[in-house]
Protein backbone atom coordinates (compact mmCIF):
# COMPACT_ATOMS: atom_id res chain seq x y z
CA UNK A 1 0.00 0.00 0.00
CA UNK A 2 1.28 3.70 -0.93
CA UNK A 3 2.21 6.35 2.13
CA UNK A 4 2.68 9.52 1.88
CA UNK A 5 5.06 11.23 5.34
CA UNK A 6 5.11 15.01 5.51
CA UNK A 7 7.58 15.21 8.47
CA UNK A 8 7.13 18.99 9.25
CA UNK A 9 3.76 19.50 11.51
CA UNK A 10 4.88 22.99 11.72
CA UNK A 11 6.76 25.62 9.40
CA UNK A 12 7.48 28.86 9.80
CA UNK A 13 9.09 31.47 7.21
CA UNK A 14 9.42 35.39 6.65
CA UNK A 15 7.76 36.73 4.44
CA UNK A 16 9.27 36.99 0.73
CA UNK A 17 11.55 34.25 1.84
CA UNK A 18 11.34 30.71 -0.31
CA UNK A 19 10.21 28.01 2.08
CA UNK A 20 10.48 23.86 0.83
CA UNK A 21 7.87 21.79 2.62
CA UNK A 22 8.74 18.10 2.49
CA UNK A 23 6.95 14.96 1.53
CA UNK A 24 7.94 11.36 0.91
CA UNK A 25 5.55 8.55 -0.52
CA UNK A 26 6.48 4.96 -0.74
CA UNK A 27 4.66 2.93 -3.81
CA UNK A 28 5.86 -0.08 -5.89
CA UNK A 29 4.07 1.68 -8.59
CA UNK A 30 6.08 2.92 -11.18
CA UNK A 31 2.92 4.76 -12.40
CA UNK A 32 1.75 8.06 -9.78
CA UNK A 33 0.45 11.30 -9.25
CA UNK A 34 1.66 13.77 -6.58
CA UNK A 35 -0.47 16.51 -5.87
CA UNK A 36 -0.28 19.77 -3.52
CA UNK A 37 -3.16 20.97 -1.84
CA UNK A 38 -3.75 24.30 0.38
CA UNK A 39 -6.14 24.34 2.95
CA UNK A 40 -6.33 27.65 4.45
CA UNK A 41 -8.00 28.51 7.79
CA UNK A 42 -11.26 28.90 5.94
CA UNK A 43 -11.34 25.53 5.30
CA UNK A 44 -11.59 25.32 1.77
CA UNK A 45 -8.82 22.70 0.05
CA UNK A 46 -7.10 23.98 -2.94
CA UNK A 47 -5.26 22.82 -5.51
CA UNK A 48 -1.69 23.43 -6.36
CA UNK A 49 0.37 21.79 -8.13
CA UNK A 50 0.55 18.55 -9.69
CA UNK A 51 3.72 15.93 -10.92
CA UNK A 52 3.15 13.09 -12.55
CA UNK A 53 5.57 9.77 -12.39
CA UNK A 54 6.85 9.86 -16.07
CA UNK A 55 7.06 13.32 -16.23
CA UNK A 56 11.22 14.71 -16.73
CA UNK A 57 10.63 18.65 -16.02
CA UNK A 58 9.59 19.32 -12.22
CA UNK A 59 6.18 21.34 -12.38
CA UNK A 60 5.80 24.49 -11.87
CA UNK A 61 2.94 26.89 -11.20
CA UNK A 62 3.77 30.66 -10.68
CA UNK A 63 5.44 30.94 -6.96
CA UNK A 64 4.58 27.26 -6.70
CA UNK A 65 7.49 24.26 -7.67
CA UNK A 66 7.30 21.08 -7.09
CA UNK A 67 11.18 19.48 -6.45
CA UNK A 68 10.66 16.00 -7.62
CA UNK A 69 13.14 13.57 -6.73
CA UNK A 70 12.19 10.27 -7.83
CA UNK A 71 15.36 8.30 -6.40
CA UNK A 72 14.40 9.76 -3.29
CA UNK A 73 10.87 9.66 -3.67
CA UNK A 74 10.40 12.89 -2.90
CA UNK A 75 8.12 15.99 -4.05
CA UNK A 76 9.29 18.63 -2.30
CA UNK A 77 6.96 21.70 -2.63
CA UNK A 78 8.38 25.06 -3.01
CA UNK A 79 7.65 28.53 -2.04
CA UNK A 80 9.30 31.19 -3.68
CA UNK A 81 8.50 35.25 -2.18
CA UNK A 82 6.47 34.20 0.33
CA UNK A 83 3.14 36.08 1.46
CA UNK A 84 0.77 36.83 4.68
CA UNK A 85 -1.73 34.71 2.47
CA UNK A 86 0.14 31.47 2.32
CA UNK A 87 -0.23 30.90 5.77
CA UNK A 88 -2.32 27.46 5.28
CA UNK A 89 -2.15 23.32 6.07
CA UNK A 90 -0.35 22.52 2.90
CA UNK A 91 -1.09 18.55 2.15
CA UNK A 92 0.69 15.99 -0.45
CA UNK A 93 -1.16 13.26 -2.27
CA UNK A 94 -0.34 10.34 -3.98
CA UNK A 95 -2.86 8.71 -6.60
CA UNK A 96 -1.68 5.57 -8.94
CA UNK A 97 -2.54 6.01 -12.71
CA UNK A 98 -3.54 3.44 -13.18
CA UNK A 99 -5.66 2.03 -10.64
CA UNK A 100 -9.14 2.09 -11.27
CA UNK A 101 -9.87 2.94 -8.05
CA UNK A 102 -10.19 6.50 -6.18
CA UNK A 103 -9.57 4.63 -2.77
CA UNK A 104 -5.55 4.87 -4.04
CA UNK A 105 -5.27 8.33 -3.39
CA UNK A 106 -3.68 8.96 -0.25
CA UNK A 107 -3.01 12.23 1.78
CA UNK A 108 -0.62 13.17 3.98
CA UNK A 109 -0.95 14.63 7.25
CA UNK A 110 0.13 18.16 6.52
CA UNK A 111 2.23 21.28 7.19
CA UNK A 112 1.31 24.26 9.03
CA UNK A 113 2.93 26.86 7.51
CA UNK A 114 3.09 30.28 8.53
CA UNK A 115 4.31 33.54 7.04
CA UNK A 116 5.53 36.22 9.29
CA UNK A 117 5.52 39.74 8.62
CA UNK B 1 -18.21 28.15 -12.96
CA UNK B 2 -19.16 28.60 -9.49
CA UNK B 3 -16.96 25.37 -8.62
CA UNK B 4 -18.39 22.60 -5.91
CA UNK B 5 -20.99 23.98 -3.78
CA UNK B 6 -21.44 22.65 -0.46
CA UNK B 7 -24.43 22.65 2.44
CA UNK B 8 -24.74 23.92 5.10
CA UNK B 9 -21.45 25.28 5.88
CA UNK B 10 -22.07 25.14 9.18
CA UNK B 11 -24.58 22.11 11.16
CA UNK B 12 -24.89 21.83 15.29
CA UNK B 13 -27.12 19.02 16.40
CA UNK B 14 -28.01 16.95 18.95
CA UNK B 15 -26.88 13.52 19.67
CA UNK B 16 -29.36 10.76 17.55
CA UNK B 17 -30.69 13.36 15.33
CA UNK B 18 -30.61 12.68 11.90
CA UNK B 19 -28.40 15.13 9.66
CA UNK B 20 -27.69 15.81 5.89
CA UNK B 21 -24.93 17.51 3.82
CA UNK B 22 -25.49 18.42 0.49
CA UNK B 23 -23.30 18.81 -2.29
CA UNK B 24 -23.44 20.07 -5.93
CA UNK B 25 -20.71 18.77 -8.00
CA UNK B 26 -19.32 21.12 -10.72
CA UNK B 27 -20.93 20.60 -13.72
CA UNK B 28 -19.43 17.94 -16.86
CA UNK B 29 -17.36 16.30 -13.76
CA UNK B 30 -18.11 12.28 -13.25
CA UNK B 31 -16.87 11.61 -10.39
CA UNK B 32 -18.22 13.12 -6.77
CA UNK B 33 -16.22 11.83 -3.37
CA UNK B 34 -17.21 12.41 -0.07
CA UNK B 35 -14.46 12.90 2.39
CA UNK B 36 -14.26 13.41 6.20
CA UNK B 37 -11.45 15.53 7.84
CA UNK B 38 -10.20 15.21 11.41
CA UNK B 39 -7.79 15.76 13.50
CA UNK B 40 -6.71 12.42 14.28
CA UNK B 41 -7.62 10.61 11.27
CA UNK B 42 -6.69 13.36 8.37
CA UNK B 43 -8.87 12.94 5.50
CA UNK B 44 -10.92 9.80 5.06
CA UNK B 45 -12.31 9.01 2.01
CA UNK B 46 -16.25 7.74 3.02
CA UNK B 47 -17.68 6.34 -1.06
CA UNK B 48 -17.17 7.88 -4.50
CA UNK B 49 -19.72 7.77 -7.38
CA UNK B 50 -18.61 7.68 -10.90
CA UNK B 51 -21.68 8.66 -12.84
CA UNK B 52 -23.92 8.85 -10.24
CA UNK B 53 -23.59 5.31 -9.44
CA UNK B 54 -21.67 4.74 -5.74
CA UNK B 55 -18.52 2.46 -6.99
CA UNK B 56 -16.67 2.33 -3.49
CA UNK B 57 -18.65 2.81 0.18
CA UNK B 58 -15.96 0.65 1.85
CA UNK B 59 -14.76 4.06 3.83
CA UNK B 60 -18.34 4.58 5.23
CA UNK B 61 -17.69 4.05 8.60
CA UNK B 62 -21.42 2.26 9.82
CA UNK B 63 -24.82 1.80 8.68
CA UNK B 64 -25.68 5.12 10.04
CA UNK B 65 -24.00 6.30 7.11
CA UNK B 66 -25.87 6.82 3.73
CA UNK B 67 -25.07 8.32 0.63
CA UNK B 68 -27.46 9.18 -2.42
CA UNK B 69 -26.50 10.57 -5.78
CA UNK B 70 -30.01 10.88 -7.44
CA UNK B 71 -28.79 13.19 -10.73
CA UNK B 72 -25.34 14.78 -11.90
CA UNK B 73 -26.00 17.94 -9.94
CA UNK B 74 -26.73 16.96 -6.54
CA UNK B 75 -25.46 14.62 -3.85
CA UNK B 76 -26.20 13.83 -0.56
CA UNK B 77 -24.59 12.06 2.66
CA UNK B 78 -26.80 11.27 5.69
CA UNK B 79 -25.87 10.22 9.32
CA UNK B 80 -28.96 8.66 11.27
CA UNK B 81 -28.92 8.79 14.53
CA UNK B 82 -25.89 11.17 15.25
CA UNK B 83 -23.14 10.56 17.62
CA UNK B 84 -20.70 13.15 19.12
CA UNK B 85 -17.83 11.03 17.57
CA UNK B 86 -19.32 12.12 13.71
CA UNK B 87 -18.48 15.87 14.72
CA UNK B 88 -16.04 16.45 11.56
CA UNK B 89 -15.85 18.04 8.33
CA UNK B 90 -17.16 16.84 5.76
CA UNK B 91 -16.28 17.82 2.03
CA UNK B 92 -17.45 17.00 -0.81
CA UNK B 93 -15.11 16.66 -3.95
CA UNK B 94 -15.56 16.44 -7.71
CA UNK B 95 -13.10 15.55 -10.62
CA UNK B 96 -13.33 14.97 -14.52
CA UNK B 97 -11.75 12.01 -14.30
CA UNK B 98 -10.36 9.62 -11.40
CA UNK B 99 -7.14 10.47 -11.88
CA UNK B 100 -7.00 14.05 -11.99
CA UNK B 101 -7.34 17.06 -9.32
CA UNK B 102 -10.15 17.14 -6.88
CA UNK B 103 -12.10 20.14 -6.70
CA UNK B 104 -13.29 20.31 -3.13
CA UNK B 105 -16.33 22.05 -1.78
CA UNK B 106 -16.26 24.25 1.30
CA UNK B 107 -16.72 21.98 3.67
CA UNK B 108 -19.35 21.23 5.96
CA UNK B 109 -17.94 21.99 9.89
CA UNK B 110 -20.74 19.32 11.27
CA UNK B 111 -20.49 19.39 15.70
CA UNK B 112 -22.44 17.07 17.28
CA UNK B 113 -23.26 17.54 20.68
Known amino acids: AQKITQTQPGMFVQEKEAVTLDCTYD???????LFWYKQPSSGEMIFLIY??????QNATEGRYSLNFQKARKSANLVISASQLGDSAMYFC??????????????FGSGTQLTVLP | DAGVIQSPRHEVTEMGQEVTLRCKPI?????LFWYRQTMMRGLELLIY????????DSGMPEDRFSAKMPNASFSTLKIQPSEPRDSAVYFC???????????FGSGTQLSVL
Open chain 2, 27 to 31: SGHDY
Open chain 2, 49 to 56: FNNNVPID
Open chain 1, 27 to 33: TSDPSYG
Open chain 1, 93 to 106: AMSLLYSGSARQLT
Open chain 2, 93 to 103: ASSQEIREKLF
Open chain 1, 51 to 56: QGSYDQ
